[in-house]
């Protein structure tokens, strides 16, 4: 199954929804990550998480986990966190956002206890139009060289599609999105993305910095000289028809190494209404 067959799914299922005019702005979510984070400085981590959570959010430790079951499960999580988002998209109708960025865990007061990586999260609008977090998945790298691009962009209205009667219609089509991607992965890694990547795409990878960009991101993949086998979990979709995500398990392989991995990808819609990986972040199993 090839993504023309998925462009003709993704027009067959735009027909009939009448959109508000005033798209929602980026901000918003980039509000909420800073509300966030002071939440996190005065109630503390686990608090904070529980705040904010959906119900249905979920983290990885390292199986898929409601966050309202992980975080009351565990006693008070010592320690500082910060973290700043870089990367930032919302759905036209404000139901759907992300972002990423770096941060800064401390536990202690020593420089030297200091844990560097990237965050991705995933954010839902709940009844009443206020974002509640849905995912959150990270990873640890050394301290940044160089300070991450900064790149918000607002939904951009021409690209929101209508909605399908059928109300799993738009879930499917994500699904079936991913599974096909993660199917050609086992065919060809540097082909697969090449046909899916963004232009805009971020790849976020234990042990590196941010790589931003199709060409960068190309050339890691070639250099490291992965495979990469995955299984789709779970996937959502905004109402405006413009973002998405998908979540999973993987395992990649490099030489003789094979390593688990869970990962989360951001699909957004493009000009000629294809989904393609904004964003991808894949989070090491730590072997128990």
């Given at each position: 199954?090839?993504?023309?067959?998925?462009?003709?799914?993704?027009?067959?299922?735009?027909?009939?929804?009448?959109?508000?005019?005033?798209?929602?702005?980026?901000?918003?979510?980039?509000?909420?990550?800073?509300?966030?984070?002071?939440?996190?400085?005065?109630?503390?981590?686990?608090?904070?998480?529980?705040?904010?959570?959906?119900?249905?959010?979920?983290?990885?430790?390292?199986?898929?986990?409601?966050?309202?079951?992980?975080?009351?499960?565990?006693?008070?999580?010592?320690?500082?966190?910060?973290?700043?988002?870089?990367?930032?998209?919302?759905?036209?109708?404000?139901?759907?956002?992300?972002?990423?960025?770096?941060?800064?865990?401390?536990?202690?007061?020593?420089?030297?206890?200091?844990?560097?990586?990237?965050?991705?999260?995933?954010?839902?609008?709940?009844?009443?139009?206020?974002?509640?977090?849905?995912?959150?998945?990270?990873?640890?790298?050394?301290?940044?060289?160089?300070?991450?691009?900064?790149?918000?962009?607002?939904?951009?209205?021409?690209?929101?599609?209508?909605?399908?009667?059928?109300?799993?219609?738009?879930?499917?089509?994500?699904?079936?999105?991913?599974?096909?991607?993660?199917?050609?992965?086992?065919?060809?890694?540097?082909?697969?993305?090449?046909?899916?990547?963004?232009?805009?795409?971020?790849?976020?990878?234990?042990?590196?910095?941010?790589?931003?960009?199709?060409?960068?991101?190309?050339?890691?993949?070639?250099?490291?000289g992965i495979t990469i086998s995955a299984k789709t979990l779970d996937v959502g979709r905004s109402t405006s028809g413009d973002l998405a995500y998908s979540?999973?398990?993987?395992?990649?392989?490099?030489?003789?190494?094979?390593?688990?991995?869970?990962?989360?990808?951001?699909?957004?819609?493009?000009?000629?209404?294809?989904?393609?990986?904004?964003?991808?972040?894949?989070?090491?199993?730590?072997?128990?």
């Open positions: 199954m090839k993504r023309s067959i998925l462009v003709t799914a993704v027009l067959i299922s735009c027909h009939g929804l009448v959109f508000a005019q005033t798209a929602a702005k980026v901000s918003e979510v980039v509000n909420a990550e800073q509300a966030f984070n002071r939440l996190v400085e005065r109630k503390g981590i686990k608090e904070a998480f529980l705040t904010v959570a959906d119900p249905e959010g979920v983290v990885f430790r390292p199986q898929v986990v409601k966050i309202t079951d992980f975080y009351n499960s565990i006693d008070k999580q010592p320690g500082s966190l910060t973290w700043q988002p870089k990367f930032a998209r919302i759905s036209a109708n404000g139901d759907l956002a992300f972002s990423s960025g770096p941060y800064v865990y401390q536990n202690g007061k020593d420089d030297t206890d200091k844990v560097f990586g990237d965050y991705v999260s995933v954010w839902r609008a709940d009844q009443d139009g206020k974002l509640k977090l849905l995912i959150d998945l990270g990873i640890q790298h050394p301290e940044p060289e160089k300070e991450e691009l900064t790149d918000f962009k607002e939904p951009d209205t021409t690209k929101r599609g209508t909605a399908s009667k059928d109300p799993f219609n738009g879930k499917n089509i994500i699904m079936n999105t991913d599974k096909v991607f993660n199917h050609e992965l086992t065919v060809s890694v540097l082909a697969s993305y090449k046909e899916f990547l963004s232009p805009e795409g971020r790849y976020y990878f234990p042990g590196f910095e941010t790589i931003a960009g199709t060409d960068k991101i190309m050339q890691f993949l070639a250099n490291e979540y999973g398990t993987a395992r990649i392989k490099k030489g003789d190494i094979v390593s688990d991995f869970n990962y989360v990808r951001i699909w957004e819609i493009d000009g000629n209404h294809k989904w393609d990986i904004l964003l991808e972040v894949f989070s090491a199993v730590e072997q128990q």
